[in-house]
């Protein structure tokens, strides 16, 4: 009979730790995955820009091998006569242009954030790519296809990609990222490093140690805005 009991017992025991094991399992099995295996190219995601700055990728970076018709740039991937360029001009014009064959721009006029300036001619603007062509091959677009470098250099798909402004300080920015250059005006730089920030998160690049630096550095003294991206890769 001390036997039966004992065994009842001990049958008793592991059923109750069965029951209490069962419903962590479960817990651990119904876990979501990581974020970074959760997101897939097109998907359209919303997070705060200093949790998108903690989550890209640090590494070093090289610029071995690249040259700028890597990436095919302005294109008219409508047809409209109007180049990717003219896209952006004719986008961001505080007063609108008219449109000529070829679509020459005339009048028109144009603010550039760089700078806190207005302009009176699409001649004196650039557009730019926020994150620099060369920035953009060190830091990942070295190992894509060419029609997704072509694509990265048109984008029109996300307004901070590619902005217009003076000419003079998109030739002052060059190729350099925020570790080393800020625009001129300084009411600009929240929104310059989250708009770079929101831009590396879209193409999953890679950020180096010095541009991580300034980037936390300039952050801790701008809004934790939510940044919404939908993702290019």
């Known amino acids: 009979m001390r036997l039966a009991a004992t065994a009842s017992a001990t049958a008793a025991a592991l059923s109750a730790l069965a029951a209490l094991l069962a419903p962590t399992t479960a817990a651990h099995a119904a876990s979501p995955a990581p974020a970074a295996l959760r997101h897939a190219p097109g998907d359209t995601i919303t997070l705060p820009v200093r949790d998108a700055l903690a989550a890209l990728t640090v590494q070093g970076e090289s610029r071995t091998g690249y040259e700028r018709t ?6 008219d991937a409508d047809r409209n006569s109007c180049n990717t360029r003219a896209e952006v001009l004719l986008a961001e014009a505080v007063t609108d242009p008219e449109i000529g064959p070829n679509c020459t721009l005339t009048g028109g006029s144009w603010y550039s954030p760089y700078d806190d300036q207005y302009f009176d001619a699409a001649r004196k603007l650039d557009v730019d790519h926020l994150v620099p062509l060369a920035e953009a091959w060190d830091s990942g677009a070295s190992a894509w296809t060419a029609k997704e470098r072509e694509y ?4 029109l798909d996300d307004a901070r990609a590619l902005i217009a402004v003076s000419a003079a300080s998109n030739r002052s920015k060059s190729d350099q990222d925020p570790s080393t250059w800020l ?3 300084a009411g600009y730089w929240c929104q310059y490093v ?5 831009d590396k998160t879209r193409y999953s690049l890679t950020i180096d140690p010095a541009e991580q630096a300034a980037l936390a550095q300039r952050l801790a003294e701008c809004p934790d805005q939510p940044i919404t991206v939908t993702l290019a890769r």
Do not use: E, G, M, V
């Open 70 to 75: 890597k990436f095919l740039h302005w294109t």
């Open 152 to 155: 990265y250099a048109n984008d």
């Open 183 to 185: 625009p001129l005006y």
């Open 194 to 198: 989250t708009d770079w920030i929101a």
